[in-house]
């Protein structure tokens, strides 16, 4: 088996499940954002050059909805065909 140098197994792992290994941390708790679609909802909503990310707990806080409100919101612009997510 073929590992790249450097990596890990569970690495390598993380990377093929997630298809990248774009992380950020939120900026309020400190949380590993590794989800690519939070990841696109920080800059669908926060514009494309931010600096800042927020978890998906601390966006919800920050805009005053809910989590959910916010997942409904991925779909739909997943749905309307945006390139972020």
């Known amino acids: 088996m073929l590992f790249c140098v450097g990596f890990s197994m ?23 954002i590794a989800n690519k679609n939070h990841i696109g909802l920080n800059k669908k909503l926060l514009g494309r050059k931010v600096e800042r990310f927020y978890c998906i707990d601390c966006m919800a806080e920050y805009f005053e909805i809910t989590t959910e409100e916010l997942l409904d919101k991925i779909e739909d612009f997943k749905a309307q065909g945006c390139g972020l997510f």
């Open 10 to 32: 569970d690495m390598l792992k993380n990377i093929h499940l997630r298809g990248n290994v774009d992380t950020k941390n939120c900026s309020v708790c400190g949380a590993v």
